[in-house]
Nanobody
C-alpha cells in the first residue's frame, strides 16, 4: 500500500521557520507532480505549492516568496521550507501525490 508520511510540523512564533517533509513509498514519486495543501477547520483544503517532475514550482499568492517546495527523488521525499511564518499559516498541512493519494497531515501552529 502506497503511503505518504508527513513530518516536521509544530508550534512556532510569528517570523519563525519550519521544514515539512513527506516521505513516499511509491516508485511513481519520481514521475509525478507533488503538492502541499493546507486546511483550517471549517474551510476547504487549499493548494499551497506544487512541483513537477521537472522541478517547475508553483505557489499560492499568500506564500510566494516565503515558502519553497523541493523534492529529492533518490529519497522519494517532498519538502516544504516555510520561512517568515504568519499566524494565518496555522493549519494542517497535507502532502498530495499526482496519483491522488493524501498523507495523514501535520499540524503547523504559528502563535506567540
Amino acid at each position: 500500500q502506497v503511503q505518504l508520511v508527513e513530518s516536521g510540523g509544530g508550534l512556532v512564533q510569528p517570523g519563525g521557520s519550519l521544514r515539512l517533509s513527506c516521505t513516499v513509498s511509491s516508485m511513481y514519486f519520481t514521475t509525478s507532480t507533488m503538492s502541499w495543501y493546507r486546511q483550517v477547520p471549517g474551510n476547504q483544503r487549499e493548494l499551497v505549492a506544487e512541483i513537477s517532475p521537472e522541478n517547475r514550482e508553483r505557489y499560492a499568492d499568500s506564500v510566494e516568496g516565503r515558502f519553497t517546495i523541493s523534492r529529492d527523488n533518490v529519497k522519494r521525499t517532498l519538502y516544504l521550507q516555510m520561512n517568515d511564518l504568519k499566524t494565518d499559516d496555522t493549519a494542517v498541512y497535507y502532502c498530495f501525490s499526482g496519483w491522488g493519494a493524501w498523507g495523514q497531515g501535520t499540524q503547523v501552529t504559528v502563535s506567540e
